[in-house]
């Protein structure tokens, strides 16, 4: 090896040894179980550095094999992870858990058989104290035992939920879906869907109960839904963490937007699938609030080919943008609304010109994947409606309040 060679591994040898080197956790999991699992997981792939602490081995609470496979189904490709296919190191076999997830999820720290003896509030967040002594500083803390063990520990007053389980899609309001961050997919009855009240109710200071989904620790209860709420706790608590801000400071819409590119399951709407090429518009038209969705038997459904009418849309519109109250005062009548009525809004409410009737007329059944010919005097379906206002305006943008109201 000659001399340049030489200096120039030397140079790189540090470089690599950093590159090796972990973060230090911002946030804890505590916990043996699915849900603990799922958020440290979802936590580290949003780029949090994470340490998850196992009381108990954590295989021998589920079946991780079956449990990673089932979070793999429910990982959307699109995510802002670096490595989208990351997860398919999830195929464990044989090979040991901590070996894998160390592939998986740099960011993520494990210790098995340990317990928390000690926490303490610092003025950034919490000291942790293993019962070997070992100490973290967090920002902030996911409480995932069945007993609630760190919540009793810091002897904070968190608010009790005033029910079980979560909210049936039927009974929510329509400010309240906006503020949706996972579903409780059912089979057989209405939806159930989770908001992020849910969770902030949970926690206090930064520090995370499970709330209304302790419920879910049952082994019974369906994979998709646990996933669901896990990657919601993940996200929000990770949210905290990466930001190192408390729930008082919360984007929502951000918040939601990192859920969007990773979770299957926030839309309650039981005839929208995760394959459906026009998915992401619904889910964020749904959590714009544009339409509530429609009871129909035992479901809880989108009905995309819907006709939208002109009542559904005009409050919502003309909280978002003020030029839509002009447009309307002009334009408005109790009808459904048209292709020729929904250029023209497009139009006038984003300062376009006749472009938008070209790319609509070229797109249709290419970029936009409408079926049939486009037609100005044809009804516009709620599905189509979804796609517009995704491809044209930034409603979902719209910066809201914790209770579902827009930001004024």
């Known amino acids: ?45 949003s780029n949090v550095p994470a340490v998850s602490v196992y009381n108990e081995p954590i295989d021998s609470q589920f079946n991780l094999n079956k449990w990673a496979e089932s979070l793999k189904n429910n990982h959307k490709p699109d995510s802002l992870n670096k490595d989208p296919d990351s997860l398919d190191a999830l195929e464990l076999g044989t090979v040991g858990f901590n070996k894998v ?8 720290t494990e210790i098995e058989n340990r317990t928390i003896k000690k926490l303490d509030k610092t003025k950034r967040g919490w000291q942790v104290t293993l019962s070997d002594n ?27 939920p005033i029910k079980e389980e979560f909210t049936l899609a039927k009974e929510m309001t ?53 996933i669901a709420f896990s990657r919601a706790l993940g ?55 544009f339409f509530l969705g429609k009871e129909q038997g035992n479901k809880y459904i989108f009905d995309k080919n819907a006709a939208v009418r002109f009542e559904e849309i005009k409050p919502v519109l003309n909280d978002i943008y003020t030029r839509s109250q002009l447009w309307f005062l002009d334009n408005y009548r109790d009808d459904d609304l048209t ?53 044209f305006s930034t409603a979902f943008a719209k910066a809201i309040n914790l209770d579902g109201t827009f930001v004024k």
């Not at 120039?8 to 946030?27: D, H, T, V, W, Y």
């Not at 902030?140 to 520990?153: H, P, R």
């Not at 006749?354 to 709620?382: H, M």
């Open 339 to 391: 292709w020729k009525d929904l250029i023209s809004l497009i139009r006038f409410v984003s300062f376009k010109g006749d472009e938008v009737d070209r790319q609509i007329k070229k797109d249709w059944n290419t970029k936009l994947k409408f079926e049939g010919e486009y037609n100005a005097e044809s009804k516009v379906t709620r599905e189509q409606f979804a796609v517009m206002t995704d491809l």
């Open 174 to 226: 329509l400010p309240l879906s906006r503020t949706t961050v996972a579903t409780i997919n059912t089979t057989d009855s209405i939806n159930k869907v989770v908001f992020l009240e849910d969770i902030l109710k949970a926690q206090k200071d930064n520090l995370f109960g499970l709330g209304r989904g302790k419920y879910l620790l049952n082994e019974k209860q369906n994979d998709s839904g646990t």
């Open 1 to 45: 090896m000659n001399l340049r060679a030489f200096m120039l591994l030397c140079m790189l040898i540090p470089l690599g040894a950093l590159a090796q080197k972990k973060e230090k956790p911002r946030l804890l999991i505590y916990g043996s179980n699915a849900v603990a699992w799922t958020a440290a997981v979802q936590a580290t792939q």
């Open 235 to 289: 996200v929000t608590a990770g949210y905290l963490a990466f930001f190192k801000t408390d729930a008082s400071k919360i984007d929502v819409r951000k918040l939601q937007a990192e859920l969007i590119n990773f979770s299957t399951a926030i839309i309650p709407y039981q005839d929208v699938s995760a394959e459906d090429s026009h998915f992401k518009a619904i889910v964020k038209c749904y959590l714009t609030g």
């Open 134 to 160: 070992q100490k973290f500083n967090v920002i902030a803390i996911i409480d995932a035992t069945e007993n609630s063990d760190l919540v009793k520990m810091s002897t904070l007053n968190f608010e009790t």
């Open 101 to 108: 997830n160390d592939a998986v999820n740099p960011l993520l």
